[in-house]
């Protein structure tokens, strides 16, 4: 039988330059949001107040507010790219991969 050709990879190790987290809005499932308001100690009407983006109505799925530009959730320590809630993040981040086919990734090796 024929092989399948190996499928390429383009996977790379994540340089935490932190583009991703400025280009996009964390979609945050219910169970998502279970999970991280009980990590930062909130209620669900602090959660609202202080992470939730109110312009997104169209799901139960919620989005974490931006601030300045980036995930509110996004700092940076000695330069590097840290998510304040890396244990408990959503679905959606921790999905991600890093790689040569996004424009995320190669716009921080430009940097
Ligand atoms: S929750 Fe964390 S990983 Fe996800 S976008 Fe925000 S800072 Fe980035
Ligand atoms: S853009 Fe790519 S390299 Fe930069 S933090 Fe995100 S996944 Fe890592």
């Avoid at 996977?11 to 499932?29: K, L, N, P, S």
């Avoid at 109110?54 to 931006?66: C, G």
């Avoid at 330069?79 to 990734?105: F, M, S």
Wanted: glycine share 6%.
């Amino acid at each position: 039988m024929k092989s399948a050709k190996p499928k390429e990879t383009t996977a790379i190790e994540c340089r935490r330059c932190g583009v991703c987290c400025t280009r996009h809005q964390a979609f945050v499932t219910p169970e998502d949001a279970d999970r991280i308001i009980a990590y930062v100690g909130m209620t669900p009407a602090e959660w609202d107040e202080k992470y939730d983006d109110p312009r997104w109505k169209y799901s139960e799925w919620r989005l974490i507010r931006h601030i300045n530009g980036a995930c509110a959730f996004l700092t940076f320590n000695e330069g590097l790219a840290t998510c304040r809630i890396h244990a408990v993040k959503p679905a959606c981040c921790a999905k991600w991969q890093a790689g040569l086919d996004k424009t995320e990734c190669k716009e921080g090796m430009l940097t």
